[in-house]
């Protein structure tokens, strides 16, 4: 086997493993913070906080805004008339439980 390759091979190998155990770390701390209260801003007199999770939500709403925007820009883009291949950029699903409806009726 040439050394090359196998290089490359063994390369690709560390740089995944050391990208796993980067991952796992900023998951440990991110679990830290989140556990630990750990607050971001804070008002003056502490009536307001604004803590890890609240920094994930508003991550996570940014970044589906700006897929949304993506997604809105092919769509305006596209001329062509409906070929019915159209492809669906992401599905928000809601349900609701009732319970009276999910007890057994006797």
């Known amino acids: 086997m040439k ?36 607050p971001i801003a804070t008002s003056p007199y502490g009536i307001i906080s604004f803590g890890f999770y609240g920094l994930l939500l508003s991550i996570h709403v940014l970044i589906q805004s700006l897929f949304a925007f993506i997604e809105h820009r092919r769509m305006t883009l596209r001329r062509k008339p409906c070929s019915y291949t159209k492809t669906v950029g992401f599905t928000i699903s809601a349900y609701q439980e009732d319970p009276e409806y999910l007890c057994a009726s006797a």
Do not use: D, H, S
Not at 7 to 25: E, N, S, Y
């Open 3 to 38: 050394l090359k390759p196998l290089l490359r091979k063994v390369g690709t190998l560390v740089r995944a493993i050391l990208t796993f155990l980067f991952a796992l770390m900023v998951l440990g701390v991110m679990i830290w913070a989140y556990v630990a209260g750990f």
